[in-house]
């Protein structure tokens, strides 16, 4: 089993890739992976049921990293 040096260097910062916690109530959030059509794909999702009262998440992906940079976009105040 080989591995070429792109998929290598990506699982390596896939792994680095930290998830923040959830904006509205700062609970650690879970990452999913669900086959969906014969396709493998992943979401993020705050599962604080009884202290999020808006319990985001976000859309499936096919690759981890993706949800994972979505999920930790944060909208910054002061900029358009």
Known sequence: FSVCRFCRVYCEALQ???ILPCPFCGTEPKSYRQKVAQRLMYYIQCENDEGCDVSPGTIAFTRKGEAV?????RFEYGHE
């Not at 940079?69 to 976009?73: A, I, K, L, S």
């Open 16 to 18: 680095e890739m930290k």
């Open 69 to 73: 940079e979505m999920w930790n976009r």
